[in-house]
């Protein structure tokens, strides 16, 4: 049984940076993503990373602000969050997966770690 614990979540303001962590366990050779999900909306995806850290995948709101990472002798997964806006305030979730191309979500989540940003 996968289990994944985020951490790194927090208060900033418009412009600044957060760089949230997610520690897996219980098997951990899997492709990882985060997912976010703002008040009142459906959870999207944010990025994710192969578990050769080969490929990675971004939505096209992060692209170049947002950075998925992973180091896995620490079973640990990044995502440095630079030039935050108020629109990426959300509980971000880490999330264990697969898929050949592009990446599926398997049911694996961890329990979520707020982000706000303020304006």
């Known amino acids: 049984q996968v289990q994944l614990v985020e951490s790194g979540g927090g208060l900033v303001q418009a412009g600044g940076s957060l760089r949230l962590s997610c520690a897996a366990s219980g098997g951990t050779t899997y492709a990882m993503g985060w997912f976010r999900q703002a008040p009142g909306k459906e959870r999207e995806f944010v990025a994710a990373?192969?578990?050769?850290?080969?490929?990675?995948y971004y939505a096209d709101s992060v692209k170049g602000r947002f950075t998925i990472s992973r180091d896995n002798a620490k079973n640990t997964v990044y995502l440095q969050m630079n030039s935050l806006k108020p629109e990426d305030t959300a509980v971000h979730y880490c999330?264990?997966?697969?898929?050949?191309?592009?990446?599926?979500?398997?049911?694996?989540w961890g329990q979520g770690t707020q982000v706000t940003v303020s304006s």
């Open positions: 999330n264990a997966g697969g898929g050949r191309s592009g990446y599926v979500p398997y049911d694996y």
């Open positions: 990373i192969t578990w050769s850290a080969g490929s990675t």
